[in-house]
């Protein structure tokens, strides 16, 4: 067994940033990531992302703290390869201490301190970061008819190239980035369809740059960061007409989608856009969770458990802490209060009793 001050769960951008952070003020830490390579999502390890990804924003709006991200060469928006090596280089500048392939089995308490069990040993630990994101639990919702659907269906994370559908009449469900910029590039080679729960929100066609990241961390008058972004394709689907959603369907039949109104749309294929949920089974001995599912926060400093900290699952964990846009910030402040701690060796732990927190889904 191994004895850490502070063990960070994930090595994909919220989990270097902590680590960042963390080495900066001088604690004895160890990053434990799942994936064999560095680069969290963004390096395909799991197939992760579709061929055209790219980010929201410009390399020099996109860095984690310490370095910036270089540009990458004639591109306006780094790809996800590009990320991919950044996260790579970021982790070898700063000498942060990730130890990989590590498959975090469990948290648990253990005469007072806390125990991480991974496959390849124990650490004890007096703090503990969650960081694992959500990439690995994509949400496809329960609709009414989808186990009477003969087409093809797929959640985001299924989808590579829209080659694959020329032809053919796809309903792209959804009302964030990932819908509006496969619905776009889908709608250069089959009859699309798009439907949302709620009507889309736009930003305005110069939210890039310092302005994005502004809205991401800030919430500015632009808008939230879960509008969707004008980037060049899903403009060009907004000049042809393609950005017309209609209202969810209520059902999917053998042959479609159909409405409570009796209309129907025939469909070979349902791509669901419809987010993902925080990876925290390895949580479960703490018993963390309220009822309804969410874990009570104070900052991101679990209520249950006092010495847990969960840091990159979206807003509920830090202004746009799901993204290399906000995670800068939302780890600085989840590391500060530890900091803190080992340097006056406080052991007294706080009122363990606060609201609930939501989970929610994840915006690119």
């Known amino acids: 067994m191994r004895t850490v001050d502070v ?51 410009s390399a020099e709006h996109s860095s984690l703290p310490g370095w910036s991200m270089p540009k990458e060469p004639g591109q306006d928006r780094p790809s996800a390869q590009h990320v991919a090596g950044y996260l ?71 989808y590579r190239r829209p080659e694959e559908f020329a032809g053919q009449r796809v309903v792209v469900v959804g009302s964030g980035n990932s819908a509006a910029q496969l619905l776009a590039e889908l ?56 950005l017309e959603a209609r209202p969810m369907f209520d059902r999917l039949t053998r042959t479609g989608v159909a409405w409570a109104d009796g209309g129907e749309w025939a469909a070979d294929a349902v791509l669901w856009c419809t987010g993902f949920r925080p990876t925290l089974g390895h949580l479960d001995p703490l018993e963390p969770f309220d009822p309804d599912g969410g874990v009570p926060l104070d900052g991101n400093r679990c209520l249950r458990e006092p010495y847990l900290h969960l840091l990159g699952y979206g807003d509920w964990t830090g202004a746009a802490s799901d993204t290399l846009l906000g995670v800068g910030h ?34 690119l």
Not at 14 to 27: E, H, I, K, Q, S
Not at 187 to 201: G, L
Not at 340 to 354: N, V
Request: hydrophobic share 35%; glycine share 12%; proline share 7%.
């Open 187 to 242: 709608s250069e080679v089959a009859d699309t369809m798009w439907v949302t729960r709620r009507p889309p929100r736009f930003m305005t066609d110069d939210v890039y740059g310092r302005v994005l990241c502004d809205t991401a961390t800030r919430r500015g008058p632009a808008g939230a960061l879960d509008d969707i972004v004008m980037v060049p394709g899903v403009r060009r689907a907004r000049d042809r007409g393609v």
């Open 7 to 57: 063990a960070v769960i994930g090595g994909g951008p919220a989990g270097l940033a902590a680590g960042y952070f963390l080495r900066r003020a001088g604690a004895d830490c160890v990053i434990l990531d799942g994936q064999g390579d560095p680069g969290g999502f963004w390096n395909g390890y799991w197939n992760g992302y579709w061929d055209s990804l790219r980010l929201l924003s």
């Open 330 to 363: 939302a780890a600085e402040a989840a590391v500060a209060p530890i900091v803190e701690d080992l340097k006056t060796g406080q052991r007294d732990a706080p009122d363990a009793r606060g609201p609930g927190v939501q989970v929610g889904e994840n915006a």
């Open 88 to 158: 790579a280089e970021y982790e070898r500048r700063h000498d942060l201490p990730v130890h990989r392939p590590v498959t975090v089995n469990e948290v648990r308490r253990a005469d007072g301190a806390l125990e991480v069990v991974g496959s390849t040993g124990t650490w004890r630990t007096r703090h503990v970061v969650s960081a694992t994101g959500t990439w690995r639990r994509p949400h496809t919702p329960d609709h009414p008819g989808r186990e009477l659907f003969e087409g093809r269906q797929l959640h985001t994370v299924d």
